[in-house]
């Protein structure tokens, strides 16, 4: 049984590029929650997928957008990339139907933006 | 507005000793908490939970406490080992909006000392 797997691993970019990250949830969920941790912080919501839409959004600008595909997979996008949006992308998945439903982490991927 | 707070961002415990980590939230809203470990490199793993109805939940030797009128919850773990070195996030989960969202802590980073 698979876990959260989500790619690339790493990546670098330079500032006002674009960049996509994905996420493929454990088997049998069908939530996603993208995160981001800043060093030293503790992960920060950014949004939530559910039925393919966006259920819950945190503080991030429109700059963050999202998708989730019909098999659960989702996409994180953010444009124009700026250096604070350095950081480790988590995604995180769970099942909507559980009510104590806990959420299930990849191991993310860390952005760079020079 | 940090609605989740751990206020020690590093503990050192002697293998053996009992580990104390401590959450302390506003939001009165929150009604389901998590404890989760991360390992550099990782993501977070889940630990151990508990419902705003319960004060006390046990797994192994993993205890989280919940005082709700004071908004605090810990974590004890007993006895230490040299494996629970790691960073350890607290999370609240919040409903005030009619889906749900988790907030996490910075983290507190344990270290074990054999």
């Known amino acids: 049984d698979a876990g959260v797997t989500q790619s690339p691993t790493h990546l670098i970019k330079t500032r006002g590029q674009q960049v996509t990250l994905r996420c493929s949830p454990k088997s049998g969920h069908d939530t996603v929650s993208w995160y981001q941790q800043a060093l030293g912080q503790g992960p920060q919501f950014i949004f939530q997928y559910y039925e393919e839409e966006e259920r819950q959004r945190g503080n991030f600008p429109d700059r963050f957008s999202g998708h989730q595909f019909p098999n659960y997979s989702s996409e994180l996008n953010v444009n124009a990339l700026l250096l604070g949006d350095s950081a480790l992308y988590l995604c995180?998945?769970?099942?909507?139907?559980?009510?104590?439903?806990?959420?299930?982490f990849g191991s993310g991927t860390q952005l760079s933006v020079l | 507005d940090q609605q989740v707070k751990q206020n020690s961002p590093s503990l050192s415990v002697q293998e053996g000793r009992i580990s104390i980590l401590n959450c302390d939230y506003t939001?009165?809203?929150?009604?389901?908490f998590l404890w989760y470990k991360k390992y550099p490199a990782e993501g977070p793993t889940f630990l151990i939970s508990?419902?705003?109805?319960?004060d006390k939940n046990e797994d192994g030797r993993f205890t989280v406490f919940l005082n709700k009128s004071a908004k605090h919850l810990s974590l004890h773990i007993v006895p230490s080992q040299p494996g629970d070195s790691a960073v350890y996030f607290c999370a609240a989960r919040d409903i005030t909006s009619g889906t749900y969202k988790y907030i996490f802590g910075t983290g507190t980073r344990l270290k074990v000392l054999a």
């Open positions: 939001n009165s809203m929150f009604d389901y």
């Open positions: 995180a998945s769970s099942w909507a139907r559980q009510g104590r439903e806990k959420l299930f």
């Open positions: 508990i419902s705003s109805i319960k």
